[in-house]
Every structure is written in structure tokens, then in C-alpha cells.
């Protein structure tokens, strides 16, 4: 079992930054890959980015390159999404998420996840 919270959200003008946390608790193992998923009012949730909980390898939605940076700390047991150059596109509520792929992956590969955390960027 693997639970997830999230924190770090908030409001925020065009063009600034934030930093969402992710802690992890329960049992994880290297085969957990981690990801930031997101969902705006009335639509699908969508992919942002992944790391592979093992290894360091990422991946990124085209657009959030450049622009997001995930990453994990040394204990390898909380994740992090760095996110600078903000636009008002990118409101959502993010989730943390726990599953098999980081490779670019669907909310479907993912079994575990956090009760998210609102982003606002206004204009």
C-alpha cells in the first residue's frame, strides 16, 4: 500500500513559480514510478510529468518542457515538481500518482493517488 500527499499549491501571477511536494508513505519499492497528473474544471485528467522512482530517468507533457522540473530527494521516499514561467493554461488540481511507467504515461497506468492540490495562475 502506498499513500500520497501533496502540498505546495497556491495562487499565483503569470510568469512566477511554485513547488509542489509529494510525500510518500507505506511500502514503495523501485518498480513505483512517480508522476504529476493534472485536471481543470470539466476536463480529463492529463499527464505533466514522471520519474522513475529507481534511476532518475523523466519525462514531460510538451507543455510543461522547459518550463516544469521533477525530481526526488536523496531518502527517494518524496517527490518534487518545480514549476517556473507559470501560465494561466496551467490552473489545474495537480495529483500525485504511483504506478508502473515514466515513460509519458496515462492516468490508467497509475493505482496510487494523492488527494491533490489546487494551482491558480491568473493573468
Known amino acids: 500500500q502506498v499513500q500520497l500527499v501533496e502540498s505546495g499549491g497556491g495562487l499565483v501571477q503569470a510568469g512566477g513559480s511554485l513547488r509542489l511536494s509529494c510525500a510518500a508513505s507505506g511500502r514503495t519499492f523501485s518498480s513505483y514510478a512517480m508522476g504529476w497528473f493534472r485536471q481543470a474544471p470539466g476536463k480529463e485528467r492529463e499527464f505533466v510529468a514522471a520519474?522513475?522512482?529507481?534511476?532518475?530517468?523523466?519525462s514531460y507533457a510538451d507543455s510543461v518542457k522547459g518550463r516544469f522540473t521533477i525530481s526526488r530527494d536523496n531518502a527517494r521516499n518524496t517527490v518534487y515538481l518545480q514549476m517556473n514561467s507559470l501560465k494561466p493554461e496551467d490552473t489545474a488540481v495537480y495529483y500525485c500518482a504511483a504506478g508502473g511507467g515514466y515513460n509519458h504515461p496515462k492516468p490508467r497506468d497509475y493505482l496510487y493517488w494523492g488527494q491533490g492540490t489546487q494551482v491558480t495562475v491568473s493573468s
Open positions: 520519474i522513475r522512482w529507481s534511476g532518475g530517468s523523466t
